[in-house]
Nanobody, 115 residues
Framework: QVQLVESGGGEVQPGGSLRLSCAASGIIFNAYNMAWYRQAPGKQRELVATITTFGSTNYADSGKGRYTIPRDNAKNTVYLQMNSLKPEDTAVYYC???????WGWGQGTQVTVSS
């Protein structure tokens, strides 16, 4: 059974940085493209960044130039490095596959950007 465990969230001031981690188990991690999503209060979950098995990355406009999505296949972990954080980045962040069928969602990690 696939398990995704997100961590690294917290409360930061605007302009700050956070590094989120997503540890995956139950899969051959290096065989899958991975993605980060976020869901703000009252909004739908949205895709923010993807990384392929070859390391190619793509970002939603909201994160371009501020987010990076590295992966460490030896640790079965994908990261989301977020810099220059803005209040509108406040959300619960999740990892999963970038396409259907997605695995069961983890608990997510809360990111709050506030002064």
């Amino acid at each position: 059974q696939v398990q995704l465990v997100e961590s690294g969230g917290g409360e930061v001031q605007p302009g700050g940085s956070l590094r989120l981690s997503c540890a995956a188990s139950g899969i051959i991690f290096n065989a899958y493209n991975m993605a980060w999503y976020r869901q703000a209060p009252g909004k739908q979950r949205e895709l923010v960044a993807t990384i392929t098995t070859f390391g190619s990355t793509n970002y939603a406009d909201s994160g371009k130039g501020r987010y990076t999505i590295p992966r460490d296949n030896a640790k079965n972990t994908v990261y989301l490095q977020m810099n220059s954080l803005k209040p509108e980045d406040t959300a619960v962040y999740y990892c999963n596959r970038p396409i259907s069928p997605r695995w069961g969602w983890g608990q997510g990690t809360q990111v709050t950007v506030s002064s």
